[in-house]
């Protein structure tokens, strides 16, 4: 029998969401409750005028992209992109509502002016840029690999041929293995839903490995808008970015989601300063 193996891709983190609130208050009868509604409506005037623009951004992301965005088991809404964003709003000052949406309702919002912007793990790319997307600087450099069982005598792209490789519809894991099938003579099955392989592993104790020296040049993930409308969103992306970067804040968001030999080298930041492009879609 064919034996399956899958390309996927070496990644993941967290996040937590941030919520506007507004007050409430009680009052006694007669002029006492016009006074409190007075009251009331000018704290909840000063609470929406705690950011420079005075509203609060949305934000579309996908629904299951671990360990980018998903549901953990206490059914919060966690992962890199969220962690990201989280901590990039409170750097720069700005109020935010994310909306996980799934990834081409994601995009389909903010192509209707529903959402402002878009974080779900989407590759910078130059197909991407030329449709309308406008993206951030890079925020995280991801890699394809192949992964196969731990008892597996594969050991590289040379013994697959005649084997089946599995990968998932439409993803940069499924564009690199295209691109390499016919030099090593392997086939490919396709998958609608496969989380990325480091991150499943990790948290399942899947029986699987990942060999490391088949990995493809890493792709950038960047955050998107697609109006010019959400310019000062993508701004305070980037400042927001690079002044985490600076804190080390994002590298202890790395770290608690992939493992502090994922954190990037001062080498590997320098190098990544200019964005290449890839052809990928990261999520669905």
């Known amino acids: 029998m064919k034996k399956l193996f899958a ?3 070496a990644a993941a983190m967290t996040l937590s969401l941030a919520a506007c609130g507004g007050a409430a208050s009680s009052a006694a009868p007669s002029e006492a409750t016009s006074e409190a509604s007075s009251e009331a409506a000018s704290s909840e005037a000063a609470a929406e005028s705690t950011d420079a623009t005075g509203k609060t951004w ?4 996908d629904t299951v992209f671990k360990p980018f965005e998903y549901t953990d088991a206490s059914g919060n809404f966690v992962g890199i992109d969220v962690d990201i964003v ?6 720069q000052g700005f109020d935010y509502e994310m909306k996980s949406l799934g990834w081409d309702a994601a995009i389909a919002a903010c192509q209707a002016g529903q959402a402002d912007g878009m974080i779900a793990g989407a590759s910078i790319t130059d197909e991407r840029k030329a449709s309308g997307w406008t993206f951030s600087d890079g925020y995280y450099d991801a890699t394809q690999t192949m992964t196969v ?3 597996s005598d594969i050991t590289g792209f040379a013994d697959l041929n005649g084997q089946t490789v599995a990968v998932k519809t439409g993803t940069q894991g499924a564009t690199y293995a295209e691109s390499l099938k016919d030099e090593y003579g392997f086939n490919i099955t396709y998958f609608e839903d496969s989380p ?8 399942g104790g899947l029986a699987l490995k990942v060999l490391d020296d088949t990995a493809s040049d890493p792709a950038p993930y960047g955050f998107a808008i697609f109006s010019a ?15 985490i970067k ?6 202890k968001i790395i770290a608690q ?5 994922a954190v990037p080298t001062e080498e590997a930041e320098a190098d990544a300063t200019e964005t290449p492009a890839a052809d990928e879609e990261a999520a669905e």
């Open 246 to 251: 600076d804190s080390g804040e994002y590298n």
């Open 257 to 261: 989601y992939l493992g502090e030999d």
């Open 229 to 243: 409308d959400s310019q000062e969103l993508l701004d305070m992306f980037n400042a927001g970015l690079k002044d």
């Open 149 to 151: 069982a731990e008892d």
């Open 196 to 203: 990325i392989m480091k991150a499943s592993i990790k948290d």
């Open 7 to 9: 390309f996927g891709m």
């Open 86 to 91: 989280a901590a990039i709003a409170e750097d």
């Open 58 to 61: 949305v934000i579309a992301t």
